[in-house]
């Protein structure tokens, strides 16, 4: 993995400018964490990341209150993306940060899928992201302003062992 050559590259996508996202997914938390520490060291900050996975209620909590409690998985690298945290819709409980957690409060309740097409996901990576999120795996996303911040994070992901990579221009938030 080479270093990036311009702040640009790194820099969160700005109102001006098309947004890319690049999307992949991570089966369980140990290659999520490493996924996402290789894109710290490459240097990318906190708040172009995004993660969403499945959450499960502390022991002795009711999955089905309407207040985001405390979670036990916010936690490690996942801690260190901007404004990680529980969201609890009517069908699931879950861990989001970033772009996807803000595009989850606005999609239809429940719908991972919706909210992963609200960003600009196209509908057949949409649906298979959230088939396998409510499997427990992991969706991680590099939101960047560049073809060549892109191609840098694909190189990334694909180096630290995610799969099912896909690129797309991101629908800007209301």
Known sequence: MKPFSSQTELSAPSSSTPALAIFGLAATRGPADRVLHELKVAGYPNTVLSILFLDYPLQGMDASSQFALP?????????????????????????????????????????????????????????????RVLKNEFLIAVHVDSEAGAASAREVMEGAGAEEISQCQTVAST
């Not at 989001?96 to 999609?107: K, T």
């Open 71 to 131: 979670s036990n998985e916010i936690r490690g690298v996942v801690a260190w993306i901007a404004d990680a945290r529980a969201i609890k819709t009517t069908k699931h409980s879950l861990i989001a940060a970033g772009p996807v957690a803000d595009s989850i409060d606005r999609a239809s309740p429940g719908s991972v899928a919706e909210a992963l097409r609200l960003l600009g996901v196209r509908d057949a990576d949409a649906s298979l992201y959230e088939e």
